[in-house]
Nanobody, 123 residues
Framework: QVTLVESGGGLVQAGGSLRLSCAAV????????MVWYRQAPGNERELVAA???????KYADFVKGRFTISRDNAKNTTYLQMSSLKPEDTAVYYC?????????????????WGKGTLVTVSS
């Protein structure tokens, strides 16, 4: 079994910064992409940023130039550095690990989600 443990959320003033972390814990052999999503009250969940196992990244237009996603494969961890935060960035941020292959079943990959971490940006 695999668990995603997110941390780093909190309250910050507009213009400030936060760094989110997401560690995948378990008997992991390989992880495909690691992705951050967010969901604000009343809104659908939306993709924020993604990073592949070889370090390729993509970002939603609304965070380009402000957020940076990175990854430490040795630690099965992804980070989301958020800067120039705006009140509209307020949301629960979720980590998703795609195509996770575990050592006990190396022939099949599954997707896993974290429980989310709340980011609140005050104006």
């Amino acid at each position: 079994q695999v668990t995603l443990v997110e941390s780093g959320g909190g309250l910050v003033q507009a213009g400030g910064s936060l760094r989110l972390s997401c560690a995948a814990v378990g008997n992991i052999f390989r992880i495909g992409a690691m992705v951050w999503y967010r969901q604000a009250p009343g809104n659908e969940r939306e993709l924020v940023a993604a990073v592949t196992s070889d370090g390729s990244t993509k970002y939603a237009d609304f965070v380009k130039g402000r957020f940076t996603i990175s990854r430490d494969n040795a630690k099965n961890t992804t980070y989301l550095q958020m800067s120039s935060l705006k009140p509209e960035d307020t949301a629960v941020y979720y980590c998703n690990a795609e195509k996770v292959v575990v050592t006990t079943n190396p022939y099949y990959g599954s997707d896993y989600w974290g429980k989310g971490t709340l980011v609140t940006v005050s104006s």
